[in-house]
T-cell receptor, first 115, second 109 residues
Framework: DGGITQSPKYLFRKEGQNVTLSCEQN?????MYWYRQDPGQGLRLIYY???????QKGDIAEGYSVSREKKESFPLTVTSAQKNPTAFYLC??????????????FGDGTRLSIL | GENVEQHPSTLSVQEGDSAVIKCTYS??????FPWYKQELGKRPQLIID?????GEKKDQRIAVTLNKTAKHFSLHITETQPEDSAVYFC????????FGKGTHLIIQP
């Protein structure tokens, strides 16, 4: 989906360093999500936000932080507390329906590696 | 929380045959069940979804069935083609989604 942009495509982190992954969408979606994908593990939810200035922890939030200051942007910071950060990180967004869930659309991902 | 199991982890079928991937979920409150296709190194793409008030949905060669009582749902692909080769993920949820671990579908020529 061209409306969700993740950057950078590849990122390298040194020990003890925080890094921030960018996610921007121009689809006017209310909700945004961050997932981590490891081989054979599927996608695991890190954080999600359904409205500006509010976000909730997902299943594996430890060692990560997020902010949602603008509707279009949902950056993810991988902190030094995350001891195994090497993974493929996917951002997604969707509308929020009053009764029905809305499909999530994904960005192209950021591949993070440890130096 | 929700737990989604997906089987098989790898599925190899002859071109032209049908493929079936099955998922079970644990949370009876889940009401939305999408399926995603992910090609190597690319983003997951939504291919079909179903909501809890529907038992079956079809889109050309792809269909999904949902059994709420048994808490399982399945993806059916008929007349498989080489371009169907990919990893397929099921998911279940309400406000958030829980994904299965994926099925690597291989179409043999």
């Amino acid at each position: 989906d061209g409306g969700i942009t993740q950057s950078p495509k590849y990122l390298f982190r040194k020990e003890g360093q925080n890094v921030t992954l960018s996610c921007e969408q121009n689809l006017n979606h209310d909700a945004m999500y961050w997932y981590r994908q490891d081989p054979g593990q599927g996608l695991r939810l890190i954080y999600y936000s359904q409205i500006v200035n509010d976000f909730q922890k997902g299943d594996i939030a430890e060692g990560y932080s997020v902010s949602r200051e603008k509707k279009e942007s949902f950056p993810l910071t991988v902190t030094s507390a995350q001891k195994n950060p090497t993974a493929f990180y996917l951002c997604a967004s969707s509308f929020t329906g009053s009764q029905d869930n809305q499909p999530q659309h994904f960005g192209d991902g950021t591949r993070l590696s440890i130096l | 929380g929700e737990n989604v199991e997906q089987h098989p982890s790898t599925l190899s079928v002859q071109e032209g045959d049908s493929a079936v991937i099955k998922c079970t979920y644990s949370d009876s409150a889940s009401n939305y069940f999408p399926w995603y296709k992910q090609e190597l190194g690319k983003r997951p793409q939504l291919i079909i979804d179903i909501r809890s008030n529907v038992g079956e949905k079809k889109d050309q060669r792809i269909a999904v069935t949902l059994n709420k009582t048994a808490k399982h749902f399945s993806l059916h692909i008929t007349e498989t083609q080489p371009e169907d080769s990919a990893v397929y993920f099921c998911a279940a949820g309400g406000d958030g989604l829980t994904f299965g671990k994926g099925t690597h579908l291989i179409i043999q020529p």
